[in-house]
Every structure is written in C-alpha cells, then in structure tokens.
C-alpha cells in the first residue's frame, strides 16, 4: 500500500492537465473488468463506469449479452441507486455472463437490447462457425499427418470467473515449442457440464476445473467415457502440469481422490462453538482427518479442514454414506443450507494426463 496516496494525487493532478472530463448527463457506457456466474443472484459483471449515469432500471447491451440493471453495487458492498463516471459497480440483471472487456451500453428499451445481443451472438457464432470448421476433428488429423514434427496437447478449461478462464488460455497459449503446442479445445465459466465431458471425450482432450467442480451427470458421464476431469485452485499448478504433460514428462505428484460428498442440510449455531453444519453424507464417506471444501453451486467457497465431525453427540472419525452427522470448519463459519462438502484425501503418486 506504500505511495497509492502520490499515485492517486498524480492521475487527480494528470487528469486536470489533460482536462479529461466526462458528462455524467448521457446515456451510461462502461468496460467489463470481471464477470461470473454468482449464488442466488446469477450473472454478475464488474463494471467501470466511463461516461454517464448509469441508474437501477437501465436497459443496457453487453458484448452478447443485455439486461435490466436490478442492482448496483459498489466497492462497499453496499446497494446503490445510480453510478457516475469512474465509479466501479457490480451489475445484477444480466441475461448472461459477459466477457472481460466488454463495453457496457445503455440503450431505449428491451427490443433494442435484444436485438443487438442477438445480432452479436450471431455474428460471433458465425465466427466460431469459421475457426470450427478450419479445426474439426478430420482436419486435425490430417494436419498431424502431414505435420508429424509437432504434436498437439488439446484441453477444456472451466473456471468460475471469465478472468481466470482468460489467464489460464494466455498463459496456455505461452506453453509449447516447434515440437508440442497446447490447445484449448473450450473454456467456459461455471460448473463443468456433460456437454463438455462428451466435447472432451470426441477429442481425447482432458478437462481443467479451476475453482469449479463437475456436475453428478457430468461425474457420472466422465467415469462412463475414461474422460479426465482435473480441479486446480492455483495457475501455477495447472501450468506446471500441463508443460509437464506437454513435455511427456510427469514426475510424481501430490494426487487428490475425493472419497466423499455431504449436503448441508440445515445450519446452527451453538453459543461458544460457532456454527455447524447438519449434513448428510450423500456419496462415499466423510473422515474427520480428510481435507473438506466447501461448494456452492459447484463453485469452490473454501478448502481446509473440519474443526469436528459428529455423529448425534458423539465426536467420530467417519461417517458412512446416507447417515446424518454434524460438521464445524476449522477457522470458516460462511456455510449455508444446500451447499455442498467435498471431502478428500492427498496422495503422492506418478503423475499421468
């Protein structure tokens, strides 16, 4: 935090010499700098307010997107009614999540938004139409045949904000030589769904959760078809693994196996203890020695360990599939009904992709 003071009397002093301004009394138009697909309130997108008002109520187009500004709000968490120009707000009301860098306009009325999102969306299928067909699976095949010198390591991606979906296709693009090149096949933000574990199985390509998780269908669906869905919460991991990968050369590694799922059913709080968790173990079986996360919605909340695990009053080192018990995390009292533990072990094992 050393000198943000002179930064901020700087750009304050630059923009008087510049005489940048900006009317307040227009139309909003803004940049997307983060979007993702929020609990409870569904699409959300950080938007920095360039020029103009924008107000609760506003009809706007986003890149292939629109929406009804539902809610403001600000850097405080605190609901707002309007935002000026250079004042960052989360927008709700999106009929979609839209991409970082999108410019945000605020248009007359619903026809318009929508007919502009839907020209966008076509014409942005219309280009993926192009690039998909100069990269179907025949084709690809036929270029390693005639370019037996380089070889390809073909990936989806599924994170839970667009940034990080971004970051890790720049940083995958960065990976590779004249010999083995990386290529994301598909990235997307959200949960991992069973239309990408069969888009991964036609391509033989294995699937990268970063921060999300897979679906039951899409759990089940990767079993059924020997596709590989691997979960990450830090870059440099996912990186390192896939230049490992990449290179052929996978030295042993530190290997999760998810050995139980529970649902919390109800949440209460005990004077003196903090809140726990009345769950249900709904798959496999939950250890008291095992790392727990805590998911909601598919999306990774938190990752640690439990603080207790019991069994009617009694503390127990594990809990079998279909029976009740009680469960507190160690420093982390955010948990709501309906979300979701995930309970693994950690493992060294010889790496493979």
Not at 266 to 283: D, L, N, P, R
Not at 326 to 335: L, P, Q, R, V
């Amino acid at each position: 935090g050393q000198g943000l003071d002179k930064l901020v009397e700087n750009i304050v002093l630059q923009a008087e010499l510049l005489d940048l301004k900006a009317n307040p009394d227009r139309k909003a138009e803004g940049a997307v700098i983060e979007a993702q697909l929020d609990v409870g309130r569904g699409p959300v997108a950080t938007v920095l307010v360039q020029n103009g008002t924008l107000r609760t109520g506003d009809i706007f187009v986003v890149g292939e997107q629109w929406g009804r500004v539902r809610a403001l709000v600000d850097d405080t968490g605190a609901r707002v009614k309007k935002a000026g120009p250079s004042v960052p707000v989360e927008v709700l009301g999106l009929n979609g999540t839209p991409q970082a860098g999108d410019v945000l306009n605020v248009v007359k009325d619903e026809n318009e938004a929508r007919e502009i999102a839907a020209y966008r969306q076509r014409k942005a299928k219309e280009l993926q139409g192009n690039i998909g067909a100069g990269a179907s699976l025949d084709q690809l095949l036929a270029q390693a045949k005639a370019n037996q010198d380089v070889s390809e390591l073909p990936i989806l991606v599924k994170s839970d904000v667009q940034g990080s979906a971004e970051a890790i296709i720049q940083a995958m693009d960065k990976i590779g030589n004249d010999e083995v090149k990386v290529r994301v096949l598909h990235s997307g933000v959200g949960a991992i769904t069973e239309s990408d574990v069969t888009l991964a199985e036609a391509s033989g390509a294995p699937i990268i959760g970063f921060n999300v998780r897979a679906n039951a269908p899409a759990r089940n669906a990767a079993q059924q078809k020997g596709v590989e869905i691997r979960y990450y919460s830090i870059i440099y991991d996912l990186v390192d693994d896939v230049k490992a990968a990449a290179s052929g050369l996978l030295s042993a590694e530190v290997k999760e196996t998810f050995i139980g799922y529970a649902e919390i059913k109800e949440v209460f709080k005990i004077t003196g203890v903090g809140k726990i968790a009345g769950c249900m173990v709904t798959e496999g079986v939950a250890r008291r020695s095992a790392g727990v996360r805590l998911l909601r919605d598919n999306v990774v909340i938190h990752t640690g360990t439990l603080k207790t695990l019991k069994r009617f009053k009694d503390e127990v080192k594990e809990v079998q599939v279909s029976q009740e018990c009680g469960m507190a995390f160690e420093n982390y009292e955010d948990i709501r009904e309906g979300d979701v533990i995930e309970i693994f072990e950690t493992e060294e094992i010889e790496r493979n992709l």
